[in-house]
């Protein structure tokens, strides 16, 4: 079974950084993609960032282009979502979520319909 488990996140004023970590566990991640999502009160839930496990190629929404940074240590199974010149309206609720593989080729992806596993969420609140 695989477990996501997040940690980082909090309270920080405008143009500061934050870093989140997700911690993945329960099978190797081979082909998996690893996605970064967010979701503020009364929106959608977007996608940020995702990651192929093997590869490290990498995807960002338009929105965090330039200031967000997803990174991935294979050797501790973590995945790094590094958060700079961060503003009130990247507030919200933080997942990781991880994609098994469909087939031989990784499709990278922020659709979070595509996303199997989820970590259990954490809050990053941006003040003015």
């Known amino acids: 079974q695989v477990q996501l488990v997040q940690s980082g996140g909090g309270l920080v004023q405008a143009g500061g950084s934050l870093r989140l970590s997700c911690a993945a566990s329960?099978?190797?991640?081979?082909?998996?993609?690893m996605g970064w999502f967010r979701q503020a009160p009364g929106k959608e839930r977007e996608g940020v960032a995702a990651?192929?496990?093997?590869?490290?190629?990498?995807y960002y929404a338009d929105s965090v282009k330039g200031r967000f940074t997803i990174s991935r240590d294979n050797a501790k199974n973590t995945v790094y979502l590094q958060m700079n010149s961060l503003s009130p309206e990247d507030t919200a609720v933080y997942y990781c979520?991880?994609?098994?593989?469909?087939?031989?080729?990784?499709?990278?992806?922020?659709?979070?319909?595509?996303?199997?596993?989820w970590g259990q969420g954490t809050q990053v609140t941006v003040s003015s």
């Open positions: 979520a991880a994609r098994s593989p469909r087939g031989i080729m990784t499709v990278i992806t922020l659709r979070d319909s595509e996303y199997d596993y």
């Open positions: 329960g099978r190797t991640f081979d082909g998996y993609v």
């Open positions: 990651i192929t496990w093997t590869g490290g190629s990498t």
